[in-house]
């Protein structure tokens, strides 16, 4: 019987597997539009002038005094967002590996929290917390009459937010790598007649500076993407970086997308030389340390053992618990500066939160975007990691290395590129999505789909492949396999991806705060939108549903993941 075959790039193909490869050949076209093609007309933009390549535009942007300090800031602010951010991860890191205090789960738990709340939110809330005619200060001014509450909108106050919001980056890598650290070289040291302090500074410290710089990466990173932060604090007070540079370039008209391109090079150029400058350090201090980690105590603190967890605990009670709790009381308030009294207290900031078409129409859309975003994730990201796991080759690490860089690359400069792309109508259909809301799906997928491949990718190493070839030796087709064998054994990692992904898309506002229109507000939209006109109380309410909303779904998760667990262990 004569097999039918089709002839595809000088290849025989056979009938049965031509569905397959126009599969392939349709991905590798979504990859390159989706991801590759919006920062390549990015580039493009920034190197034309009158539609031929030039440097004009930088060499003008790099000899103006404005756009120099603007670069200057960005810097500055960065830097030493990330030097407190590493000693507070540091030192936090240090004690809950080492020391034998109690609760170590609880703490640690505790210090995570900002990861995932917003940082816009905590900003807003540290707002509350340094306002002059606040809780706090109304109860400093009680004891102490002539105090004044420290100006936030400054360049402290920027550092000093980004300082408490990023220090989880660096503390969850320093705490890994602390207890790789072999106990034979810290005992080797006290035998030599060192302290505590000596041994931290010339052996705990050294060893582990790869995780520290590999932390201190992700915090610059993180500092140079985020937008709410420097937006609300700096903008009031005339403080410019290059995020917020841009952003009012766009929303202004002022300077030409050529402009805001260009500048938005700067900024990724800046990015990619603080990666390779830390991965190098990273690389220079790699240490010998072991493959698992060491969680039992290495020192005892003995009658210092109550200080200590006193003063931890107070520290992530101000740091991370005093702001939230003030940013839920002014969100039941009639108004700012009328007191903390019952009289002053109401619910219609949340009962305005739901009413209102603005802001229920974005959790409407936040919603949306949140769960299309982890379902066309899970299933791009779980392809991408099994071929990359199971078939790799050159072609899956280009395309896995294309679908990473928009999420290593700040998120205002994806935003502008996404809108250099879309904002003319499709080919063919004649149709655009610009400033709707799949044009934000499209920015979502396009910078969240790296997360879920890292997960998923963690969950295909996990699993045998001795249990899919089993699946084949019995006859199964690709599609029984994928079902019954492939999802159910990666199913806990993807479920992570897919959760992270699902936090993130809802409370987005970087990329969102370019791309949103009129009926495509999304929540971090709405809450800045709400800030910068004086709605401080309904900020502060629709805020506090978003914390309230984000930790039941944390809740949800650790439960079905237990669960999960519990039939694993017992199949």
Known sequence: MEKHTTRLGGRRISARSLPLYILVIFGLLAVFGLFFLPLWKLVEVAFQEEGRLSLGIFQEQLTDTKTLKVIWDTIYINILSSFFATVIGVVMAYFVAYADIRGKKLIHYALLLPLIIPGYIITLAWMQFFAKSGFVASLVQSVFPDAVMPNIYSYWGIIFVFSVTKYPLIYTLTLSTFRKISTDMELAAAISGCNKIKTFFKVTLPMSLSGVANGLLLVFISCLDNFGTVAFLGIPARITVLSTDIYQ??????????????????????????????????????????DLEDMSPRF?????????????WLAIFIINFVPMLTLIVTGFMKGIGGGYGLDNMTLDNFIFVFSNDKSFNAIKNSIFLAFST???????GTIVAYLMVRRPSVLIRV???????????PGIILGLALILTWASP???????IYATVFMLLVSYVVRFTSLQIRNSTTGVLQTDISMEEAAEICGATAFKKWTSVIIPLIFPATVSGMGLVFLNALTELTTSSLLWSAGSETLGVVIYNYTSAGYTTSACALSTVVCITILLLVLLYKGVSALLRRRIGEE
């Open 426 to 432: 499709l080919p063919i259909i004649h149709v655009t």
């Open 374 to 380: 982890a379902l066309i994730c899970v299933v791009l």
């Open 399 to 409: 395309v896995e290395s294309i679908i990473s860089v928009p999420y290593s690359i």
């Open 249 to 290: 370039s766009i929303i202004s008209f002022t300077g030409g997308f050529g402009e805001a391109a260009a500048k938005s090079v700067i900024l990724g150029v800046i990015g990619v030389l603080s990666s390779l400058i830390l991965w190098r350090v990273a690389k220079m201090f790699q240490t010998m340390q072991t």
């Open 300 to 312: 005892f603190l003995g009658r210092k053992k109550i200080l200590v967890e006193i003063l931890m």
